[in-house]
């Protein structure tokens, strides 16, 4: 799967700062596949020229 740069930074605090190193990762991954996911979600909802009306 293709990686997307990132322009987003999440800080964690308290207890979740000691599972940072995992929670960085797993929301990586959820991004992933959020922008792999998200063209053909919005294809399909809006049609193939993305809801555009002319």
């Given at each position: 799967m293709e990686r997307?740069?990132?322009n987003t930074r999440?800080?964690?605090h308290g207890l979740a700062r000691l599972a940072s190193p995992f929670l960085r990762q797993e929301f990586e991954h959820?991004?992933?596949e959020v922008a792999h996911r998200m063209p053909q979600a919005?294809?399909?909802h809006f049609g193939s020229d993305?809801?555009?009306t002319g």
């Open positions: 997307w740069p990132s999440i800080e964690f959820l991004g992933n919005v294809n399909r993305g809801g555009s």
